[in-house]
């Protein structure tokens, strides 16, 4: 069973930058293709981006892309987000996934997820 933890979110002015981490543990971390998803208040979760296991590869929603980037370290089974240039529109609960497939974008193809973490960001 894999076990996800995301941290680093919070309340940030638009323009700025907040990096999320998601530590995993439980299984072989660098197998998994990592995404992270979004909800906001009254919308479906959607994706944002997904990085491969060997961290080669990254896929983006057209919506951040530019803005965010993944990156991850397998040697502490961490995956990142870095979010620079936020909006308002970015605020969210952001979560991190864990997928043996290959860069999937869809959340049914994820097993794994992480409790979330509360992003705001002000105008």
């Known amino acids: 069973q894999v076990q996800l933890v995301e941290s680093g979110g919070g309340l940030v002015q638009a323009g700025g930058s907040l990096r999320l981490s998601c530590v995993a543990s439980?299984?072989?971390?660098?197998?998994?293709?990592m995404g992270w998803f979004r909800q906001s208040p009254g919308k479906e979760r959607e994706f944002v981006g997904v990085i491969s296991g060997s961290a080669l590869v990254t896929q983006y929603a057209d919506s951040v892309k530019g803005r965010f980037t993944l990156s991850r370290d397998n040697s502490v089974e961490t995956v990142y987000l870095q979010m620079t240039s936020l909006k308002p529109e970015d605020t969210a609960v952001y979560y991190c996934?864990?997928?043996?497939?290959?860069?999937?974008?869809?959340?049914?193809?994820?097993?794994?997820w992480g409790q979330g973490t509360q992003v705001t960001v002000s105008s």
């Open positions: 439980g299984r072989t971390f660098s197998t998994y293709a």
């Open positions: 996934a864990g997928s043996g497939r290959l860069l999937p974008v869809n959340e049914s193809n994820y097993p794994h």
